[in-house]
């Protein structure tokens, strides 16, 4: 066996659900990364990832930022600690993809979009894995080579099978809609004016006094609607889909869904993704493995730290809609930078690299 | 940057379109894998890839094999030089990694089904990467699990857009049928008996006498009926189905293969897979990630050597076939430590590794 | 040759494009009826239509509706003439076939409603023919039958290949609208109390102040939403789809509208419905046979009176909606001989008679 | 009422399943007829029917044929009595719609071809109601327009959900592979010369001797291949597919058969016809509707004596097939009027009617 070329020292922050499935994929799937220090609340977690992925564990989190053994990192601990993680991050110097939200309010993504203007090269990567899915990046290639016309509406329907008691009509904003919010950003290169939330008749599987579903409805800058059904107690499975209709044509991702057709029964049909792994787990893998070939050079490759504060920006005006009935408008700050009038969105990522090659090689 | 666990060192022998494929899956995103020695019988090609991946020109293919800073081999040069190269893998005791065919004829490979029962390990590994294909899983899966009762007939479609002048009846057989000889026993768990071909009006785009399309039917020890249509020239795309027809349901792969939906210009529809990379990638890298986690554990995990050999003598009874107009028997010899009486395949593959995870990790 | 039961005698008002399809498929491919007079007030239509289909015209449509050869009506005027020969309608005692508006405003729709109260049985059917397309029919058993639980959404599409210059955004509303209005209020079987219209970038191909596409949105008596995008200029063909949204599951009509799928070009797909006739000439059809078999028994079989009215009122409510780009509510007045207070619709067919079964027989 | 443009008056001989079928059709939904006589080997059969529609019953089919209220006949007896009954038909010079099989034997089929020759005008339109289904006339249109190129195969499905316990393999044969017979012939318009059926595993649920299912194969005459997968206890549903593989597309028919698509269960989907009434109702409609405008003219519009008579000498060619394992030539007898070399099939139906308009007006 040969030495290979070195690899990218992770430190992952976090191990629930996604930072341990982020952990796996870097050790056992990512080429050119390897897990050095896993670190969670939870010392017993913490370790029982790092010991199946051959890392350490460091208990303080900034100490793991801080760690000398350590060239990028992971964020996946709980939104209230990304503020002080991110910019430790920034402080140190080191690449970091961070899962949404950025931050937990505007002023404190801010803060963090002002940090790294300061610095002046772009380390902050945030997790926004669609884009780096197959049917997404194609749809977005068909809006961006005409195949479409100018849009003019998005759709967006995102149900989720179930989710915890504490998902409440705030929450259902800040944790699903705002994937749409960046979808919607991603596909029409334009950020978001105002949000709109409709609430009729919730499902009985749903607490009293939560709104589920709901109808989100964006405003952007050019004055395209984006309607977003955002139902997640459905019982059924993980269906997530976005029609984009411009016009010389719509197009329509997150249909056809299925591995095997069948005929049995009397009926004919497939199986839904029933789970964010099986819908997004190559989007996942792909995000993961370019941001290493990015990291490895000291940059990110995909949403950056803008796109993490309008996102934050729009779900709060989003969480103000859900509770007074009104439309509300979202204001951004300018943009480090950027003149104040500009349209279109800026995104973060290194210019010339637009689309997943599949291949994150490191040179 | 820190120092990895080693990874496997791999010799690429023959660095044509699939070669070249491979050797850049194992260069840019297989885990734990690095392309050390490049050899092909045209050295310019051979000094391009390695070039390209960091890897040393090897001239002669035998002592590629024997060089001792390689572990394993991935053997996709031409077929006639299949059965040399793969007695060398033996001979050095190094897992392998076979493009299909396993060799051009029937004794020849029943030659290396017995010199590795010989050895008393498996270490030849045959490329049949539909097996790794998520929807054939899948399918696969199905019919295990019970979910279409016995399954009494399978279909199978195998259309190219185009292929070059050479590709005649017999070629066809080759090197596109013998897809659907590996995805029949697959999917079917015995043996190929016997093989008919239908040829009927060919499309103008076929050289004379040559049947493009053809319908070739295999009978299996059980007395099943697979039908494949194969059909090389359509101009259309890449277009594989596989059907399988139970008691109790059937089911299709294949039908459903798009990214987008679109309506523009009157119609609704979507795009074809273009190419065997569109198709058939995923299952290819699944492959490649899959072999270089059993490699490194000395061994293999997907067809072997004994399916090698069973396609090359199903292929050679359907070029008779495809010659007389007849129906061909398949007569294979005895499976070594195994009765003749057998009917199920036994394939090669460790016990308890039957499904692709996705995650190739080494201990 | 023999001579057949006695036909039910129909008078055609207006043979435009509408009517003159009704008259063809009366003289054609409905048993049991005959157009025996036919009236426009383009005279030379008329004779034109008459002469095809060997009918008498009448120049008045009020003595039309009179003459003592008709046993029934079928209007198919414009609108602003269809309060008066409703009128008339009832006047004779004569069943009639009403095509959609019932009247241009919602008093002299609530006076038919009540002249037909006076009159004690129902008399006036109203051209929702989508109630008879096998499609809304099955979507309609579904939820009766409980099969997607509780329904919560109800997300309409209506696109128009193109409308004439004319067509502003209120002429939507009335015209386009109003068929979602009836399916909204046929599935849900509940009264619409408010309309919302949300106005975006319009295409390029919409006049100066037009905004198409709209989203409009309806809250249903219980607390429903309805969302329904009306876009009328795509360019691209007629599509209709509807998709309800219940507790425990999902259901879309007009997604898969096709007869032959195609592979070419490198791209599958089939071709969409390119207009109404194609999409909804099977619904047209079963509502005039239903209609002739009930009219011949002096009642009707469908949307009635009240359907009619209470479209209507939405559609001027929808219209203050486009114009303030405020929620409007509707405000429905009482039903005869209901208690205000009702929530079901009370659809004025015949007790028992509840789904199309395509025979229109008579006694 | 009025009186009615004089109706055709027909004889229905047959009131099993089908025949009843096609009573109730002529009784309530086909503009232009009347059923005025039922007859029927079971007394109380034919009473019932009769009484539910209005018609006398005649006990004796040659009888009742001759009666001189009857217009035109519809038989729907057991195929052996149909040579006696056609040509009776013939002798009167009375047009007949007569359900497949034309005869029992080539020899009698032929004999009534000759018979119509001799009489100088088509009387005999065969019940191929897949001619008038829409997704066939849009295939049929798809290959007549170029669509998709010279046609080089043919791929047919034909599944149903059960049969009785008689369906031995040559009653699949003779009963339900004529409809692919027909289709064939329709879809290319060239005859069928050889028959090959391959016998393979059977489902559990066939008879001892039974092979259910089987895979037929056609030659045509210009040597094109036709495959028909003949399944007829599946359990499931009824399955009827069609795709033609042409030089530069391929298409097909049968795919997508649902009114609503649903997604419950953690599967999305659609119902399967359930039977031919659903899956073929449209079809016997309007072969009806057509037949009755055409007799009305003293003509037919739609499959001849002819195609009735090369129907049958295909099947009896492939029960030969069934039975001896081997390819069967067909061997026609000469056309009447037509040279022996004459490759297009020169269908009865008069010339320039090609094709269903849904309306079959009488003049």
Redesign the interface.
């Known amino acids: 066996?040969?030495?290979?070329?070195?690899?990218?020292?992770v430190a992952v922050l976090g191990v629930g659900m996604m930072g341990a499935f982020h952990a796996?994929a870097l050790?056992?799937?990512?080429?050119g990364a390897?897990v050095?220090v896993v670190n969670d609340f939870a010392p017993d977690k913490a370790a029982e990832v790092a010991g199946r992925i051959?890392a350490r564990v460091v208990a303080d989190p900034l100490e793991a930022i801080r760690d000398p053994?350590v060239?990028a990192v992971l964020i996946a601990t709980p939104g209230k600690a990304h503020a002080e993680q991110v910019q430790a991050c920034l402080d140190a110097g080191k690449p970091v993809l961070c899962e949404k939200p950025l931050t937990t309010d505007e002023d404190s993504s801010y803060a963090l979009v002002e940090a790294e203007a300061a610095l002046g090269r772009p380390l902050v990567q945030l997790g926004f894995m669609r884009r780096f899915d197959?049917?997404y990046v194609?749809?977005k290639e068909?809006i961006t080579t005409g195949?479409?016309g100018?849009p003019?509406?998005v759709?967006c329907t995102h149900r989720n099978?179930s989710v915890p008691e504490f998902f409440n009509s705030e929450f259902m904003i800040r944790d699903s809609v705002v994937h749409e919010v960046d979808v919607a950003r991603f596909l029409l290169d334009e950020e978001i004016t105002s949000v709109r939330v409709?609430r009729?008749?919730?499902?009985?599987?749903a607490p009293a006094g939560t709104s589920d579903?709901m109808?989100v409805?964006f405003?952007t800058a050019?004055?395209?609607?984006v309607?977003d059904?955002i139902?997640v107690r459905?019982?059924?499975?993980y269906?997530v889909r976005t029609e984009v209709?411009g016009?010389?044509?719509?197009?329509?991702?997150g249909?056809?869904?299925?591995?095997?057709?069948?005929?049995?029964?009397?009926?004919?049909?497939?199986?839904?993704t029933?789970g964010f792994v099986e819908r997004f787990?190559?989007a996942y893998d792909t995000e993961l493995?370019r941001w290493v070939a990015a990291a490895?050079r000291g940059t990110i490759d995909g949403p950056g730290v803008w796109d993490g504060y309008a996102a934050v920006a729009v779900c709060e005006a989003g969480v103000k809609a859900v509770q007074t009935g009104e439309k509300v408008p979202v204001e951004l700050k300018a943009k480090p930078g950027a003149p104040a009038s500009a349209a279109a969105l800026g995104t973060d990522a290194e210019p010339g690299i637009t689309e997943p090659d599949?291949?994150?090689?490191r040179p």
Request: proline share 4%.
């Open positions: 066996m040969a030495e290979p070329a070195s690899d990218l020292r796996d050790a056992t799937r990512t080429k390897r050095v051959g053994e060239d197959a049917e194609a749809l068909l195949g479409l100018n003019l509406l759709h099978p409709l009729g008749v919730a499902t009985s599987a579903p109808i409805v405003e050019s004055g395209r609607l309607t059904e139902y459905t019982g059924i499975a269906e209709v016009e010389t044509g719509s197009a329509t991702i249909l056809d869904q299925n591995l095997v057709r069948t005929s049995t029964d009397g009926r004919w049909g497939g199986q839904i029933p787990g190559q493995q490895s599949l291949i994150g090689g």
